[in-house]
C-alpha cells in the first residue's frame, strides 16, 4: 500500500516546528507502524536526509518507550495497544495519516516526534515506593493478600508509563497514570504504612509538573494501551482527602 | 491553616471545591424546582407568592441563600481557573482534534458552565434583584375563607414603602398580603426571547449535571462497585431529565398562557 | 595472566556464607566517600544502585533510556524461579542448583550456581515487600507454575509480566534512593567508555544523547549491567536498543570476554514476514504445555500450505508430523529449548517449513480445545493468543499458530570471578552482561533470578570488600586519563560521523544478522564458520568505508546511535565466530554439527571442553587471546542429556 505521511519535525525544543509531507510507499499490511517509519527513515537516509526521530525500544508493547498521535488517536485508532503492536492493516491504501508528538506542557519536544517523559520520573520518585531497604523483610509468604486484591493492584501495576493518558486527555492531566501507582501501593498491605504520606507528595510533585487537571471525561482510559481504569483516580482523590482533611499525616517534605 | 490552604490549592483541592459547591447547587436545584412547581397551581400564584416570600424572610433560609450566592461564584470562579490551568496544560494544540471517546458534555463544562452563568445572572436580575429592590414591583392580597377554603385575590397597595408582607385573620378570613412576584413571572414568560433563553439554558443545565453529577461523586472519591451506577441513575433521570424538563416547562406553559390569553 | 575465578573454600553449601564473612566491610561513616558508577538500570542495574544507595555509597546511574524503567527487563513474560518450596513438590536449593547446572550443559560454575540457588528466596521475599503483586492462590498466598519443563513449581508469575513487575520493584526501590540523594540518574545517557587508571577501573565516558555532550564520570567502581547482545543476529526478542557497546568498550580495555557463542534460542516466536521485520516476538514457553508442534509429513504438502492452496486446518492427521513426540516420546513437546529450537529448523531445511516465508512450523491447540474447552484455552492462553493475533491477523483459536525459534537471550558476557569483578579490578559485571551462572544454556525463569541475585544480594558484599582494600581517596576527572579516553571517545564519533557512503547502517546489521544466523546460529560447522569470518571482516571494511551517518553530534542523533552499536556488533559477531570455531563440541544452544550421537543429538566432550573460554582483545584487527578456565565438578555427576 501507498500512504502520505503528515510529520512533525521540529529540530529541539528551542526551535519551532512544523508539518513535513512524505511518501510511504510499498508499505506490507504485516508491518507494525514503527517498521512503517522505519521504511521511509532507510529512504531518507539514503537521500542523506535527517530521518524522522521518535522513541522506541521493546516493540512489544511494554516498555511504554513508544508514543505518537496519529490521526487523533494516542498510539493510533485501535484500543488497547501501543503504537509497536499497530500494524499497517489497520489503515488503507491511499490515506493520509498525521503523526504529531505527545502535546503538553509538562512534556516537552526533545526531537521531531519524541518528548521528554522525565516529569513521570519525578514523580514516581516523589514516593512512588514502599520504603523498605535490601534484606530483613519478612517471607514471602508473611502477609497473605487476597486474589481479588491482588488482581486489582496488578491491574494498576500494568501501567507502562507512556503518557498516552497525558496525550489524549484535553486537560494534559496525568492523574490517570498518577492515580495508577497511588492505587496500586494503596491497595496492598505493604504499602499501608505509606498510603496517605505517598498520595501527598506524589500529587504535590504532579502538580509541579505542570499537568492539567482531571474533569473526568475518560478519554485517558479509552486510550490507555492497558486499559487502566478512571477508577484509579477515584481512588487516589480519595486517599488524598482522607489525608489531607483527617489525618495528620504529613508530608516528608514541604513542597521542594 | 497554611496546610488547609495548601490542600485547597492543589489541584485536587480545587477539583474538591468544584464537587462540594456543585453539589451543593443540586441540591439547591430540588429544591428550588420543588417550589417552583408551585407556578403550576391554579391558584392566580398565590401558593408560589408565599413561597417567595416565605423564602426571603425566613432567617436559616436567608442563611442558606447567601451560601448558595456564595457557591455560585466560588463555583464558577474555580472553574474558571481550572478551565484557564488546564489549556495552559497543552500551549500547543493538536493538528487533528482529538478523537478519543469522551462525552460531548464531559469536555464542554466550561462552556455550559459559562452559559449557565450568563443565565443566573439574568435570572437573579429579573426575579431576585426586583423582589428585593423593585419599589414598584405590585402587591396581592389574598383572602381565603376559612370556612369555605375559598380564595379571594385583589390587588394591594401597601399604606408604607417599608412594607414587605402580613399575615392577619379576620372574621374567619386570612388575609394575607404579599409582593406579587407571580405576575412578574408571568410577564417575564410571555416574552418569546426570554422563554427560547431559559430553555437553552436548561439544556445547558441537562448537560452540565449529565457529567457533572457523577463526576462530582468520582471527584470526592466516592466510586463503588455496587453505588456508582445509582449516581449515574440519579444524574442522568433526575438531574439531566427531569429537573430541567420541569424548569423548562415553566416558561414554556406560561409563554402558553399568554398566547391563550388567559389573565 | 591467569584467570582466578576467586572461588571460596570448603563445602560447596558453605562456601558463600563463608565468603560473605571473609569478605572486608566499608565503615558506616566511610560509604560516602566512596562513588560508585553504575551503567545500566534494568533488574540488575536497578537492584544493586537502589541497594548500594541505601548502605550509604554515593551512585551515578546511566541508562540510555528516557527512563530507568524502560530496561529491557521490562519484556520478560514467564517468570523467576525460586527454591522456595511452597508448594511442597520436592524443591530444595540443592534441586534447583542440580536444575541449573544441569540445563546449562555442565558449563557453569557450580559455587555461582549454588549461590544463585541460595538467593533465590530472598528475592522474592524482597520483591513481595516492595509491593510487587505476584500471581496469588485464593487462599492470599503465592502461587507458582511450572516452567520450561521443570519438574517442580517453582516459578513466581505476574500475569505474563513478570519481568515488568519485578523491574517496577526495582524502579521504585532506586526511585526511593533518587529521592533521598543517594543515587543520581542520568538517563538518555549512552556509556562509550570505560576510564581506567593504574590498571583499575576508574570511571566512564558518557555522551548526553540529547544534546551530544562527551562528558567523563569518575567512581571507585565501575559496575556494567547493561544487558544482553541478541541483537547481534539483527532479529531477535531484544529490543531495538539492546546493545553490546558498553561490554565490548570495555572488553577492550581490558575485560576478557567469556563464551561470546553461548546465545539462546527460543523456540516459540512469531515468525518473520518479511525483510522489514524490526524485531520479533516472544510467545511464552508455556504455549508448549497444551500446544502439539508439527509440520507437513511431505514437502509437496507445505509448498501447498506455503501458496496458501491448502489450508492447515484441512491437512489430513497421517500427512502431519508431530516430529517433537514422535522423536523424544517421553518429554514429547516440552523437550528444552535448545532441542525443540533445532528441530524446527530441520524441518525447515527439509523443505517442509509453512507459512509465508517457509521459515515456520506449526503449534497446534485444536487437540487442547477439544480437550479442555475453548473456554479453559482461554483462560490460560488468552493474552498470548491476542497477541499473536495482533501481529498475524490469524485467529488461533481457529487455525494453528505459526512459530519458529528466535534468539533470545546470550549467556555469553563479560567474563567475571566469583565476586563478579571483571578482569579489570574495580570493573563489574551484572545480570545478563556477564557470561553468567546459565553455562551454555539458560532454563526459563532463571534470568530474573540471576539479574536480582547480582544485584541486590551478591555485589553489595562483594563490592564492599574492593572498596575497601582500595581505600576512599577521591578519584577526579582531572586525571590525564579521562582527557585521553574522552578524547578517543570523541575520535571514534567523529569517525562514524564522517562516513557518507551509500548504505545505511541497519542495512550493515540487517545482513550481520543474516551471517551470524546462518553460520552461527542453532547449528554450526567449521566450514560455515570459517566462511563467515571472512564474511564479517569484508562487513566491517565495508561498514567503515561505505556507510551512511547522518546529522551532527550536537544533537538528537539516532543515527549516530545506531552506527556506533552496529560497528561494535560487527567486531563481537568476528569473536562470536571465533568461539565458536574453537568450541569443537556440540553443548546447551550451541550444536556443532561434527559433534554428534549416533541418532543426531548434541555430543558433549567434557574432557577437551569444560572450561569457560574468556577472550582477551589484543589490538584492532589482532587476532584475540583465548584464556581457559577450567570447570571443575564437586556436587554433580556429568552425564549427556538424554530427553528420547
Ligand atoms: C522477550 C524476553 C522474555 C524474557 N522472559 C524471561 C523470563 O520469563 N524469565 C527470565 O528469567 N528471563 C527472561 N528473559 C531474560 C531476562 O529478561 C533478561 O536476561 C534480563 O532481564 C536482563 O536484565 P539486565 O538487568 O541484565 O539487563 P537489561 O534489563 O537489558 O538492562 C540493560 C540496561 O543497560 C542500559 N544500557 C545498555 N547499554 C548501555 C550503554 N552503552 N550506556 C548506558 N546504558 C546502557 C540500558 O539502558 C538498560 O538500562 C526474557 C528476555 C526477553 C528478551
Ligand atoms: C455559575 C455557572 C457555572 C459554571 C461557570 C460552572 C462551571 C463548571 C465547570 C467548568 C465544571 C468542571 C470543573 C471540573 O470538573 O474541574 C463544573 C463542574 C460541575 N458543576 Fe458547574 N458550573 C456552573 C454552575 C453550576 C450549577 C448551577 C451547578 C449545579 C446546579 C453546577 C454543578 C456542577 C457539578 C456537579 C460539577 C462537577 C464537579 C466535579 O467534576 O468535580 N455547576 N462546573
Ligand atoms: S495510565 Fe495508561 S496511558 Fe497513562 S501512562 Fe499508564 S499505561 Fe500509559
Ligand atoms: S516500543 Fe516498547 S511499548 Fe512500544
Redesign the pocket.
Given at each position: 500500500m501507498n500512504l502520505t505521511l503528515k510529520v512533525w519535525r521540529q529540530k529541539n525544543a528551542q526551535t519551532a516546528g512544523k508539518f513535513v509531507s512524505y511518501k510511504a510507499e510499498n508499505i506490507s499490511p504485516d508491518m507494525s507502524f514503527l517498521e512503517m517509519l522505519d521504511v521511509v527513515n532507510e529512504s531518507l537516509t539514503h537521500k542523506g536526509d535527517e530521518p524522522i526521530n521518535f522513541d522506541h525500544d521493546c516493540r512489544e508493547g511494554i516498555c511504554g518507550m513508544c508514543s505518537l498521535y496519529i490521526n487523533g488517536h494516542p498510539h493510533g485508532p485501535k484500543r488497547g495497544i501501543t503504537t509497536c503492536q499497530l500494524h499497517m492493516r489497520t489503515f488503507h491504501d491511499g490515506e493520509t495519516i498525521t503523526i504529531e508528538p505527545w502535546r503538553a506542557e509538562a512534556f516537552p519536544i526533545v526531537k521531531d516526534l519524541a518528548v521528554d517523559r522525565s516529569a513521570f520520573d519525578r514523580i514516581q520518585q516523589a514516593g512512588g515506593y514502599v520504603s523498605v531497604n535490601t534484606g530483613g523483610v519478612p517471607d514471602g509468604n508473611a502477609i497473605p493478600i487476597p486474589k481479588v486484591i491482588a488482581d486489582e493492584a496488578f491491574n494498576s501495576a500494568t501501567c507502562i508509563g507512556c503518557g498516552a493518558c497525558v496525550a489524549a486527555c484535553k486537560n494534559a492531566s496525568a492523574m490517570l497514570f498518577v492515580s495508577a501507582k497511588i492505587t496500586q501501593l494503596g491497595l496492598l498491605p505493604q504499602g499501608q504504612p505509606e498510603r496517605y504520606r505517598r498520595v501527598q507528595s506524589m500529587v504535590a510533585q504532579m502538580d509541579e509538573e505542570g499537568f492539567g487537571s482531571c474533569t473526568n471525561t475518560g478519554a485517558c482510559e479509552a486510550e490507555c494501551p492497558k486499559e487502566i481504569k478512571l477508577t484509579n483516580i477515584a481512588r487516589m482523590n480519595n486517599d488524598y482527602f482522607s489525608a489531607k482533611l483527617f489525618r495528620e499525616e504529613e508530608v516528608h517534605e514541604q513542597g521542594h | 491553616m497554611s496546610e488547609f490552604k495548601q490542600t485547597l490549592n492543589s489541584s485536587l483541592g480545587k477539583k474538591l471545591i468544584m464537587a462540594l459547591t456543585g453539589l451543593f447547587l443540586c441540591t439547591f436545584l430540588i429544591v428550588h424546582v420543588g417550589g417552583n412547581l408551585l407556578l403550576f397551581n391554579n391558584d392566580n400564584g398565590f401558593s408560589f407568592n408565599v413561597y417567595a416570600n416565605f423564602l426571603t424572610h425566613f432567617p436559616p433560609i436567608e442563611v442558606i441563600a447567601y451560601l448558595l450566592y456564595l457557591s455560585i461564584l466560588v463555583h464558577a470562579l474555580y472553574g474558571l481557573i481550572l478551565t484557564v490551568k488546564n489549556r495552559k496544560a497543552r500551549p500547543v494544540r493538536y493538528a487533528v482534534a482529538a478523537k478519543s471517546d469522551a462525552s460531548w458534555s464531559s469536555k464542554n463544562m466550561g462552556l455550559l458552565g459559562s452559559i449557565m452563568f450568563l443565565f443566573i445572572v439574568i435570572h437573579m436580575g429579573d426575579f431576585w434583584f426586583r423582589y428585593h429592590n423593585d419599589k414598584t414591583m405590585g402587591f396581592k392580597e389574598y383572602r381565603t375563607d376559612l370556612a369555605t377554603g375559598e380564595t379571594k385575590v385583589s390587588d394591594y397597595t401597601p399604606a408604607n414603602a417599608e412594607f414587605s408582607h402580613s399575615v392577619s385573620t379576620e372574621n374567619n378570613v386570612e388575609v394575607v398580603r404579599v409582593k406579587d412576584l407571580h405576575a412578574r413571572v408571568a410577564y417575564s414568560f410571555s416574552n418569546i426571547i426570554y422563554v427560547i433563553f431559559y430553555v437553552i439554558a436548561m439544556g445547558a443545565v441537562a448537560f452540565h449535571l449529565l457529567h457533572g453529577f457523577q463526576s462530582a461523586f468520582r471527584t470526592l472519591g466516592w466510586v463503588h462497585r455496587k453505588y456508582t451506577p445509582v449516581v449515574y441513575f440519579i444524574g442522568t433521570w433526575l438531574f439531566a431529565v427531569i429537573i430541567p424538563l420541569l424548569f423548562a416547562a415553566m416558561p414554556v406553559y406560561y409563554y402558553y398562557l399568554s398566547t391563550q390569553g388567559a389573565h | 595472566m591467569t584467570l582466578d575465578a576467586k572461588i571460596p573454600q570448603g563445602p560447596l553449601a558453605e562456601k558463600w556464607s563463608k565468603h560473605k564473612f571473609d569478605l572486608k566491610l566499608v565503615n558506616p561513616a566511610n560509604k560516602r566517600k566512596y562513588d560508585i558508577i553504575i551503567?545500566?538500570?534494568?533488574?540488575?542495574?536497578a537492584s544493586a544502585a537502589a541497594t548500594l544507595g541505601e548502605l550509604g555509597y554515593n551512585v551515578k546511574a546511566?541508562?540510555?533510556?528516557d527512563s530507568?524503567r524502560r530496561?529491557?527487563?521490562i519484556?520478560?513474560?514467564?517468570?523467576?524461579n525460586a527454591a522456595k518450596n511452597y508448594q511442597n513438590d520436592g524443591d530444595s536449593v540443592f534441586r534447583l542448583f542440580y536444575d541449573t547446572i544441569k540445563g546449562g550443559d555442565y558449563r557453569a560454575r557450580e559455587a555461582n550456581v549454588h549461590r544463585l540457588a541460595e538467593v533465590s528466596v530472598n528475592i522474592i521475599d524482597q520483591c513481595v515487600a516492595q509491593g510487587v503483586p505476584f500471581a496469588r492462590e485464593y487462599g492470599g498466598l503465592l502461587d507458582n507454575r511450572s516452567f520450561g519443563g521443570s519438574q517442580v513449581s517453582r516459578t513466581f508469575y505476574a500475569r505474563g509480566q513478570?519481568?515488568q513487575q519485578l523491574l517496577l520493584g526495582a524502579y521504585s526501590a532506586l526511585n526511593r534512593q533518587i529521592h533521598a540523594g543517594k543515587v543520581k540518574m542520568y538517563t538518555r545517557?549512552?556509556?562509550l567508555d570505560v576510564v581506567t587508571i593504574d590498571g583499575h577501573a576508574k570511571g566512564i565516558v558518557t555522551r548526553n544523547m540529547l544534546t551530544g555532550a562527551i562528558d567523563t564520570h569518575a567512581g571507585h567502581a565501575v559496575l556494567l549491567?547493561?544487558?544482553?547482545y541478541s541483537n547481534v543476529f539483527y532479529l531477535s526478542?531484544?529490543a531495538i536498543g539492546?546493545?553490546v557497546?558498553?561490554a565490548w568498550r570495555a572488553h577492550k580495555r581490558g575485560a576478557f570476554f567469556g563464551n561470546p557463542c553461548y546465545t539462546q534460542i527460543h523456540p516459540t516466536c512469531i515468525p518473520v514476514t518479511g525483510d522489514h521485520q524490526s524485531k520479533l516476538t516472544?510467545m511464552s514457553e508455556s504455549l508448549r504445555n497444551d500446544g502439539r508442534v508439527w509440520a507437513p509429513k511431505t514437502a509437496e504438502i507445505a509448498e501447498q500450505l506455503r501458496k496458501g492452496t491448502l489450508k492447515a486446518d484441512q491437512v489430513k492427521e497421517d500427512d502431519r508430523d508431530y516430529f517433537l513426540e514422535r522423536k523424544y516420546p517421553a518429554f514429547g513437546n516440552l523437550v528444552p529449548r535448545d532441542v525443540a529450537s533445532r528441530n524446527a529448523k530441520e524441518m525447515v531445511e527439509e523443505g517442509k517449513g509453512v507459512g509465508g516465508s517457509g521459515f515456520a512450523v506449526f503449534l497446534d491447540f485444536a487437540d487442547a480445545i477439544k480437550r479442555l474447552g475453548e473456554e479453559t484455552v482461554k483462560a490460560k492462553y488468552g493474552n498470548l493468543f491476542d497477541m499473536y493475533y495482533q501481529i498475524t491477523n490469524e485467529n488461533p483459536y481457529k487455525q494453528p499458530m505459526r512459530i519458529y525459534p528466535a534468539v533470545?537471550?546470550t549467556m555469553g558476557g563479560l567474563w567475571v570471578d566469583y565476586n563478579l569483578s571483571t578482569t579489570v579490578p574495580g570493573l563489574y559485571a551484572l545480570?545478563?552482561?556477564n557470561f553468567s551462572d546459565h553455562g551454555a544454556n539458560r532454563l526459563?525463569?532463571?534470568?530474573?533470578?540471576q539479574?536480582l541475585s547480582d544485584g541486590y544480594f551478591v555485589i553489595p558484599y562483594t563490592l564492599g570488600d574492593y572498596l575497601a582494600k582500595i581505600g576512599p581517596k577521591k578519584v577526579d576527572t582531572n586525571h590525564p586519563a579521562f582527557e585521553k579516553t574522552k578524547q578517543d571517545v570523541i575520535a571514534h564519533v567523529n569517525k562514524l560521523l564522517s562516513l557518507k557512503g551509500t548504505k545505511t547502517t541497519n542495512e550493515y546489521h540487517r545482513e550481520l544478522g543474516h551471517i551470524m544466523w546462518e553460520y552461527c546460529g542453532m547449528a554450526r560447522t567449521e566450514e560455515g564458520l570459517k566462511k563467515a569470518k571472512g564474511l564479517i571482516q569484508a562487513l566491517k571494511a565495508d561498514f567503515w568505508k561505505n556507510a551512511i551517518v547522518t546529522g551532527e553530534n550536537e544533537e538528537v542523533n539516532a543515527s549516530l546511535e545506531r552506527a556506533g552499536r552496529v560497528a561494535d556488533f560487527i567486531e563481537l559477531g568476528e569473536l562470536m565466530i571465533d568461539d565458536a570455531l574453537m568450541r569443537k563440541e556440540s553443548c546447551g544452544g550451541h550444536f556443532r554439527v561434527e559433534s554428534q550421537t549416533p541418532d543426531g543429538e548434541a555430543l558433549r566432550d567434557d574432557e577437551n571442553f569444560a572450561f569457560v573460554a574468556a577472550w582477551e582483545f589484543k589490538g584492532e584487527n589482532q587476532p584475540e587471546e583465548l584464556h581457559k578456565e577450567q570447570l571443575t565438578f564437586e556436587a554433580v555427576h556429568l552425564s549427556q542429556r538424554n530427553y528420547a
Open positions: - | - | 551503567v545500566g538500570t534494568g533488574l540488575a542495574g546511566f541508562c540510555f533510556q530507568p530496561a529491557h527487563s519484556a520478560a513474560q514467564g517468570g523467576i513478570t519481568g545517557h549512552e556509556m549491567c547493561t544487558g544482553g526478542t531484544n539492546s546493545n557497546t558498553a516472544l533470545h537471550y545480570g545478563e552482561c526459563g525463569a532463571s534470568a530474573l533470578m539479574g
